[in-house]
């Protein structure tokens, strides 16, 4: 067997294994890890990484999220964390290094084919699973994370709802683009089945206010502006609906005004009151940012800079402000914060010159999600979220024509 022929089937491998990693994130963390790793291993078994990586150097994501990366490891020079607090913490971010070998594996078209399919298979299997454990079909097991009233199924409610509405507004985007009739079909329904389950069957209010922007910006893209009244009127449509007839949705609406209701009158807010909790880890956040707006209190450096500042007994200390907008400026003040919208901006803006339709609305549905689900959770910290932010990047991306930048 010659280096030749070894060589080739590394890069095979590694290729394959990027697309298999579309199917893991939804399912399994382990598995995420076993693929990223046979990933990086196989990438580099293959040789010509010169070659090979010199695609990168003009790539909008490659650019984008390596930057991002870059001023995180500045900020990982200073504060007053330990050092090994503040590898720790950075080492969160580490899924960004892989868009510089994800983009030029992906640069095969049928790498992209694959990895899309597995992803869309991924999700066809959570929703059918979570049907069933909505309808009680499913017996008790330790891999399911829900239960009839919450069903969720591989992975918490933040992630299966966010990845369930990223999932609609794929099989919807296919559906439009697909010729043969039971096929488009198919897809419709799963795009239809796949908003019910985020807006019925599970709880996770981030995913849920996604996947209304989701629907607006599909109309408005495909249609528009018909399309973007269709859109709305679906969304508003969706959310009536959910309060009607999902016990589940209206319960915890009234929950959620409920709670931020009371963190408007409490200083320290109530350990059960998931709303009243982040109220009060934004504010004490953007206190400190005020504080220290120029360099934060460092990459990794939140968790003490924020029990130093909260030093009520009866508040919590959490990790992280559940914002990931609020966490990068806390850690390195607003020119990471800049950096952080810039990498948005850049991904959006790049976006238009992917040759591919549907690679470039998915690029653009990515940004959304994030940009939304940001404002909410700290994703880029999150294994699950994170990990996929930066695949489905990578994959949308190797379709953009070589040598290009942003364009507006």
């Known amino acids: 067997m010659s280096l030749a022929t070894v060589r080739g089937g590394a890069l095979a491998t590694a290729a394959f294994a990027a ?123 330790g891999w399911l994370r829900g239960d009839p009233g919450n069903a969720v199924v591989f992975r918490l409610q933040i992630t299966h709802n966010l990845l369930m509405a990223f999932a609609a507004f794929l099989y919807a985007s296919c559906a439009l683009r697909q010729t043969v009739r039971w096929k488009r079909n198919a897809l419709w329904t799963l795009a239809a089945l796949a908003g019910i389950d985020v807006l019925f069957l599970v709880h996770g209010r981030t995913g849920q206010i996604a ?49 931020y209701e009371q963190s408007r009158a409490e200083d320290a807010a109530d350990s059960a009151s998931s709303v009243g909790l982040r109220m009060e880890w934004y504010r004490n956040t953007l206190r400190m940012i005020a504080r220290r707006p120029v360099l934060g209190a460092g990459t990794g450096g939140f968790p003490e800079a924020y029990a130093a500042f909260v030093t009520d007994p009866k508040a919590q200390k959490p990790t992280h402000p559940h914002n ?29 010159r992917i040759d591919d339709a549907l690679l470039r609305e998915a690029a653009r549905a990515l940004v959304l999600t994030f940009a939304i689900g940001c404002l909410f959770n700290s994703l880029l910290v999150d294994h699950a979220e994170g990990l996929f932010f930066v695949w489905m990047a990578s994959l949308a991306f190797a379709g953009q024509r070589a040598g290009a930048g942003t364009a507006a």
């Open 19 to 141: 697309a298999l990693i579309g199917f893991s994130i939804p399912i399994s963390t382990a598995l995420d890890n076993v693929l990223a790793a046979l990933v990086v291993a196989a990438f580099l078994a293959a040789g010509h990484l010169r070659e090979r990586l010199r695609p990168v150097a003009s790539n909008t994501a490659v650019i984008a999220l390596l930057g991002f990366l870059l001023l995180l490891c500045a900020g990982a020079l200073y504060g007053e964390a330990a050092p090994a607090t503040r590898l720790k913490y950075l080492s969160k971010y580490n899924d960004l290094v892989l868009a510089a070998i994800l983009v030029p594996l992906f640069l095969d078209g049928r790498a992209r084919r694959l990895g899309l399919a597995a992803f869309g298979v991924a999700m066809a299997l959570t929703l059918l699973l979570s049907f069933m454990l909505s309808a009680s079909l499913l017996p008790p097991a």
């Open 211 to 259: 996947l209304l922007v989701l629907t607006v910006y599909f109309g408005a893209r495909h249609f528009g502006w018909r399309g973007l009244v269709a859109g709305m009127l679906v969304a508003v449509a969706g959310v009536l609906a959910a309060w009607y007839f999902s016990s589940i949705f209206r319960e915890h609406v009234v929950l959620t005004t409920a709670q």
């Open 324 to 352: 990931q907008f609020l966490l990068t400026a806390a850690e390195t003040g607003v020119a990471g914060l800049a950096a952080l919208v810039a990498m948005l901006v850049a991904l959006w803006r790049g976006s238009a």
